[in-house]
C-alpha cells in the first residue's frame, strides 16, 4: 500500500492554512498532526459527512470526479462505513483534472442545499463519461435536482471556500494527487483495498487511543 507518514510542505500556504504549524518535535508519536491542522481536516462545516457523524475515528478523502482511482473507491467506502458504525468520512472536492473537475465539484457541493448529495456523488462517480457540464447536469436531472437552483448555488461562498482550502491544504501537506486517504498521522495515496483501508482507520485509532468498533 502506498502509505506514508504526512509531510507538510515546506512554505506557507495560502488563506486558511496559511498560520498551521508543521509537526511538532516534542511528543512521543514521530509525525504528529498539529490539531489546528486535524480541525481544519476533519471538521470543516463546508465538507460533507458520510458514515457516523458522531463516530470516534475520521477518515478523510481528497478526490475528484474525473479521478479513474476514485471512481474504483466508491464501492469500497460504503463498505467500509457499513460495517464500521464508530467511522466518520469528510470529503474534501479537489478538483485537479482540469475545468470539468471542477464544474462537477461546485455541482456536487451545491447539491448539499438540496439534501441530494450522496446520490448526486455516487452517480457521478459511477458514470461512464468524463465529468463534464454536459454530463454533470444529465445526472443532476437523472437524480431530480433543481438545476437553477443547483446553478445559482454553485457559485455560493461556500463552495469557493471549500474548493479553495482543498487546495490550500493538499499543498500544505504536500498531497501527490488524487485519491488521498487521511487518518490518525497518516496519508496513503491511491487506490485501496478494503483491507488496506480498514487497517489505516484501526492504525489511526492506536495513533489517537480511540477504541475500535
Known amino acids: 500500500m502506498p502509505t506514508r507518514r504526512l509531510v507538510l510542505a515546506s512554505g506557507a500556504a495560502l488563506g486558511v492554512v496559511h498560520a498551521l504549524p508543521g509537526f511538532a518535535q516534542t511528543t512521543d508519536r514521530a509525525n504528529?498532526?498539529?490539531?489546528?491542522?486535524?480541525?481544519?481536516?476533519?471538521?470543516?462545516?463546508?465538507s460533507p459527512v458520510l458514515g457516523n457523524p458522531r463516530g470516534n475515528i475520521t477518515l478523510t478523502e481528497f478526490f475528484d470526479y474525473n479521478c479513474p482511482h476514485c471512481k474504483k473507491m466508491?464501492?469500497?467506502i460504503q463498505q467500509i462505513v457499513s460495517s464500521d458504525?464508530?467511522?466518520?468520512?469528510?470529503?474534501?472536492?479537489?478538483?485537479v483534472f482540469g475545468p470539468g473537475s471542477e464544474f462537477a465539484a461546485r455541482a456536487s457541493l451545491a447539491a448539499l442545499s438540496q439534501g441530494k448529495y450522496w446520490q448526486f456523488h455516487a452517480a457521478l462517480l459511477t458514470m461512464k463519461d468524463r465529468a463534464e457540464e454536459p454530463s454533470v447536469m444529465r445526472i443532476a436531472r437523472q437524480v431530480g435536482l433543481d438545476e437553477a437552483k443547483l446553478r445559482a448555488d454553485m457559485q455560493a461562498e461556500n463552495v469557493d471556500k471549500h474548493i479553495q482550502t482543498s487546495?490550500?491544504?493538499a499543498e500544505h501537506m504536500g498531497l501527490v494527487g488524487t485519491p488521498t486517504f487521511i487518518c490518525g498521522d497518516e496519508a496513503a495515496f491511491g487506490e485501496l483495498s478494503l483491507a488496506d483501508l480498514r487497517e489505516l482507520i484501526e492504525r489511526g485509532r492506536k495513533t489517537l487511543g480511540v477504541e475500535a468498533a
Open 74 to 76: 466508491v464501492g469500497t
Open 167 to 169: 487546495s490550500e491544504l
Open 32 to 46: 504528529p498532526m498539529p490539531e489546528e491542522l486535524r480541525q481544519a481536516l476533519e471538521r470543516d462545516p463546508t
Open 85 to 95: 458504525p464508530q467511522l466518520r468520512v469528510t470529503y474534501r472536492e479537489w478538483p
